[in-house]
């Protein structure tokens, strides 16, 4: 499966998808030109792992 076609099963951007696969480190089974290639386990370790999500906005500091 490539990016795309995990961020389509999964209903995310392939940013996102991109990410959760390096923060997880998982490795692609193969290239296929400039495309990786990830194996459907790839799949299921993102789907059970939660992102981080975004980070909290700073809170302006309180003027004087």
């Given amino acids: ?3 795309a076609e995990i961020a389509l099963e ?3 951007k392939a940013g996102a ?3 959760q696969l390096v923060r997880n480190k998982i490795k692609p ?3 296929a ?3 990786a290639i990830y194996d459907k386990s ?3 370790a ?3 792992v939660p992102g981080k999500g975004r980070p909290p906005k700073a809170k302006p500091e309180a003027e004087k």
Avoid: F
Wanted: aromatic letters at 4%.
């Fill in 1 to 3: 499966m490539t990016i």
């Fill in 10 to 12: 999964l209903q995310r």
């Fill in 17 to 19: 998808v991109k990410m």
């Fill in 29 to 31: 089974i193969a290239y």
């Fill in 33 to 35: 030109g400039p495309t």
């Fill in 42 to 44: 790839a799949l299921e």
């Fill in 46 to 48: 993102i789907r059970n």
